[in-house]
T-cell receptor
Framework: SQTIHQWPATLVQPVGSPLSLECTVE??????LYWYRQAAGRGLQLLFY??????ISSEVPQNLSASRPQDRQFILSSKKLLLSDSGFYLC???????????????FGPGTRLTVL | AQKITQTQPGMFVQEKEAVTLDCTYD???????LFWYKQPSSGEMIFLIY??????QNATEGRYSLNFQKARKSANLVISASQLGDSAMYFC????????????FGSGTRLQVQP
């Protein structure tokens, strides 16, 4: 079966510091990968998605970047964190091959980031 | 305009009773998919059920069913025989059109199941 891991689970960082959040998927090949952010008490907003190694699409302009160095690894980064980057970051995967409408996204456990 | 509207910020239900969580959506695209996710206090988003815009029948998954009324643009989640473990946030989400990857989420409904 497929599993998705994220680390760290929680992170407290000062403003201006760098960020690296990691997501890995097991049990599947060539997944579509996604990074979402959830502000407190809100729904999720898609930040980035990737359909393959080195292929990254950004949904919203922001202080963050994403990379996919390996097939099942997705990394969210920042060179200098802002207070507004605080939130709950969720990675998700979906299987390649389904239609865009039906492919279901499965989420990881998330990383709670607090920028002070 | 809001793409996904969940008008119930919080709901209470007695254990073993059924509950309906409302979701209305807005799209002019004939092709779209509707999803419901559960988010317990741990934070993980758990996929519950999916309904496609061309599906003729309402989706069901165990105790979860989706009351899909296309003309009214509503996709309400029905949970039968509520359990204490059903207490969580519930999010309705939509993907519209071909080629778009983003899921658009509603603001969620917090369900509390009472013993």
């Amino acid at each position: 079966s497929q599993t998705i891991h994220q680390w760290p689970a929680t992170l407290v960082q000062p403003v201006g510091s760098p960020l690296s959040l990691e997501c890995t998927v097991e049990g599947t090949s060539n997944p579509n990968l996604y990074w979402y952010r959830q502000a407190a008490g809100r729904g999720l907003q898609l930040l980035f998605y990737s359909v393959g190694i080195g292929q990254i699409s950004s949904e919203v302009p922001q202080n963050l970047s994403a990379s996919r160095p390996q097939d099942r690894q997705f990394i969210l980064s920042s060179k200098k964190l802002l207070l507004s980057d605080s939130g709950f970051y969720l990675c998700a995967w979906s299987a390649r091959g389904g239609t865009v409408l039906t492919d279901t996204q499965y989420f990881g456990p998330g990383t709670r980031l607090t920028v002070l | 305009a809001q793409k996904i509207t969940q008008t119930q910020p919080g709901m209470f239900v007695q254990e073993k009773e059924a509950v309906t969580l409302d979701c209305t959506y807005d799209t002019s695209d004939p092709s779209y998919g509707l999803f419901w996710y559960k988010q317990p206090s741990s934070g993980e988003m758990i996929f519950l059920i999916y309904q496609g815009s061309y599906d003729q029948q309402n989706a069901t998954e165990g105790r979860y069913s989706l009351n899909f009324q296309k003309a009214r643009k509503s996709a309400n989640l029905v949970i039968s025989a509520s359990q204490l473990g059903d207490s969580a946030m519930y999010f309705c989400a939509m993907r519209e059109g071909l080629g778009r990857r983003a899921l658009t989420f509603g603001s969620g409904t917090r369900l509390q199941v009472q013993p």
